[in-house]
């Protein structure tokens, strides 16, 4: 039965991106559809600037909120070569040693039900070893930008029910002989379903998603469509003002589910602060579970928000009017 709903779910979505993935085919250069890539960095910052350090939730915000998010990211070996495939011992080089990256984004809410949000990578630190083919660091360049969309389906003070479009395009920098790790070849789409419960003192997010994208071979791995997720429990502190959060996130081949080279899992704890009202700040370190395409030994992430309303502020004339008393 999920099999089958996975199937139909693929198959509209699909359907559904075609026209857009048509169109990005017949009028990109051809240096962005030119040679195979997977993006080796596995971490993408949540849509709306309240969400978790790594995890998506349901929220959207008020009505014509803007949120400006950028997030340092920094991971250490998230691709190394191994003698004996699946032997984490005969580790001889790293062909990405050290990755930072800083993630650009931007969303505003509408209606209190629907945000809209578009990112941006760019690889200020990408070295590595070159070995032959295998895919390696490329240097300073760009990433993938993504576009999407999140609705809120259902909420109240208790539980939230949330829904999640979004799609990359290939625009992440080229490498010259072997397959680019900066990000994909084609176009990928994510659907995604979030949910939140609050459980008094401490919030549970959960996310479920797709990413669907074009089977790309690499000189050690198959990559294709995959299986997403994501768990985060958080405990808001000193009035909401502080959020402390530990987070599961991950993902694996639909296909071939729990295979080692191509299963991502990462535990990461963070903290985030409201240090102004319309400015957060946050701090998370992540290590990853396995030794999957794109896992690190250790990341670190720092992240900015500001969510200014561009509402026009209420004046005296549409002001509610204060009760006078006799």
Known sequence: MLARFLQWVRRLLLRASALAALLLALCAPASLRASPGVSVDQYRPPAGGEDGMATQTPLVGPHLRLSLRFDLDYSRKPLV?????????????ALVRDQLRLWLGASLSLFDRLLLFAGMPLDLLFQG???????????????DLALGARGLLWGNEVFRLGVQLSLTVPTAAEARETPKVAGDSGVTVLPSLLSELNMGRVRLDLEAGLRLRRSVSLPAVQVSDQLLFAAALRL????ERVWLSAEVFGSTLSADVGRRQTTMIEALLAA?????????VGLAASKGLTRGYGVPELRSVLSFAWLPSLAPAPTAANAPAEPVGE
Do not use: N
Request: hydrophobic share 40%; aromatic share 4%.
């Open 81 to 93: 070569y191994e003698t004996a495939r699946g032997d984490a011992d005969s580790t001889q080089l």
């Open 129 to 143: 070893s070159a070995l032959g083919l295998q895919p390696t660091a490329t240097g300073f360049g760009a990433g």
């Open 236 to 239: 808001p502190l000193a009035s």
């Open 272 to 280: 985030k602060v409201r240090v102004a009202e319309e400015l957060l």
